[in-house]
């Protein structure tokens, strides 16, 4: 099959509308047992201003985590949500009616009734939390019916040029496209971030992330809504192993850079005087999903049989304008525990969330780790301490509620989103720049500017303060 060919099936065939969300660094049970957390009642949300009218495209069990958390806030009406899949429609709408709040219009029947849907409802904004195949044109259909604001889940588009035409037509209608890179939220992350922008680190010289977790049982299921053990994908499995595990079967590259790249980018100022310039990537032999269907399905499993293109971990390096490197590792077949490998070195120390440690030249002992912890609370941001309060309950270890906060008060104040579309192609393009890469012999290749030159001028936006 031709990669044309398989992102038309794969498309098609993905049912159930369900993104790839990232899982909280310290837990990561299975996605069934996460959205039944995201079913209970949590209390509701009070914020001033206008009350928004938002859709959902996509109600799998990524969309229905972003539906519970708006169900809370009294200044979002969600008003219409589709799918193809009757089983994730159930199971959003016995989440509104938990909420008390009034059912949305359903659109369904067709893998474009989401077109009908942009054209009929009158809308603020709207989220799409569909297989990564759809959001460009998910997004681009947005914005040409006259949305204004879209946010989507990671990631942006599936080839290079994709992701430019994402950017252009954001530019042709004057709108906001916000990536929900939720881990740019994390506690930690944002604690660093205070900690850079204050100095603690002196001139940063060397960032290293990733996306290190264990999706063999993501990748495989039983093709039941338990999620149990099984080695099915596609047609005949259930929620994200119906389409993601097509790309690990033609694709080769960093698949989900973003949840690395995010952070890094805005610890040195990606798109806003500072610049990715070029790419290399490389990637091993491709063991780990064939010896997990052996494993539990015998060699005669048809599964057994599939050549997986996906390299078991890819490591990408990337260059930056102001002259530091970044390494990233994109490590989702093999056994391991999570982890997103942060590191985040300069000229008067560094930050490594493996050990846990933090090390600041004159402050710590010589050659001795502090232990994170201290340093963290120290230095925890001015978002975090405002609304612990409310994001306690929401996803991901409460992250979530930051990046959908974000998004909300940013269409509320129509204001530029803190992370714009020249931030979700950076960081998304790295997928099939790493894929060019690795397909040229592990070439390095130059990274597009998509802010045509604009990243000169442009001013940091994100997390300045504790507003959004």
């Not at 159930?90 to 849907?117: C, E, F, H, M, N």
């Not at 006259?146 to 290079?160: D, F, H, P, Q």
């Not at 985040?344 to 232990?371: F, I, P």
């Not at 269409?411 to 950076?426: G, I, L, N, S, W």
Request: net charge neutral; with cysteine.
């Amino acid at each position: 099959m031709n990669r044309k060919s398989f992102l038309r099936n794969s498309s098609l065939a993905a049912l159930a509308f369900a993104a790839s969300p990232s899982a909280k660094a310290i837990n990561t049970p299975a996605r069934e047992a996460k959205a039944k957390t995201n079913d209970a009642l949590l209390r509701p949300l009070h914020f001033a201003g206008p009350k928004i009218r938002l859709a959902i495209l996509g109600t799998g069990l990524r969309g229905q985590s972003h539906l519970s958390l708006l169900l809370r806030r009294d200044d979002v009406e969600i008003v219409a949500i589709n799918d193809v899949d009757d089983y994730m429609l159930t199971r959003a709408k016995s989440i509104i009616a938990k909420s008390g709040k009034k059912q949305p219009q359903v659109y369904t029947g067709s893998p474009y009734a989401w077109q009908d849907l942009l054209k009929k409802e009158q809308l603020d904004a709207v989220l799409i939390a569909s297989p990564w195949e759809w959001h460009k044109p998910m997004i681009i259909g947005a914005l040409e019916a006259g949305l204004k604001y879209v946010a989507t889940e990671v990631i942006l588009g599936i080839t290079l040029q994709d992701h430019w035409d994402v950017v252009k037509a954001a530019e042709k209608y004057n709108a906001n496209v916000m990536m929900l890179e939720n881990v740019c939220y994390r506690r930690d992350v944002m604690a660093i971030l205070n900690m850079v922008r204050q100095g603690l680190f002196g001139e940063l010289i060397h960032l290293q992330g990733g996306y290190q977790h264990n999706l063999q049982g993501i990748k495989f299921n039983n093709g039941q809504p338990n999620g149990g053990v099984g080695c099915e994908f596609g047609e005949k499995a259930f929620s994200e192993a119906r389409w993601r595990t097509e790309h690990a079967v033609h694709r080769n590259g960093d698949l989900y850079p973003t949840h690395g790249i995010g952070p890094l980018a805005h610890y040195i100022d990606i798109n806003r005087g500072n610049l990715f310039t070029t790419l290399c990537s490389f990637s091993t032999k491709t063991r780990g999903l064939h010896d997990y269907v052996v494993r539990h399905c015998g060699e005669n499993h048809p599964s057994a049989k599939v050549k997986f293109k996906l390299g078991d971990i890819v490591t990408t390096s990337i260059n930056c304008a102001n002259g530091e490197t970044i390494l990233l590792q994109h490590d989702t077949n093999l056994p391991r525990p999570y982890s997103l490998g942060f590191r985040v070195q300069g000229t008067n120390g560094l930050w490594m969330d493996v050990a846990n440690g933090v090390y600041v030249e004159g402050q710590s002992k010589e050659d001795e780790w502090d232990a994170a912890k201290t340093w963290l609370e120290k230095y925890d941001h001015p978002l975090w301490r405002r609304y612990t309060n409310e994001a306690e309950g929401a996803g991901h270890g409460g992250m979530d509620f930051f990046v959908s906060h974000a998004f909300i008060e940013s269409v509320k104040r129509k204001t530029p989103t803190p992370q714009d579309v020249y931030d979700a192609a950076a960081w998304s393009a790295i997928t099939p720049l790493s894929e060019q890469s690795i397909e040229l012999g592990n070439a390095t290749v130059p990274f597009p500017d998509f802010t045509g030159g604009q990243w000169m001028y442009r001013k940091p936006t994100f997390a300045l303060n504790d507003e959004y």
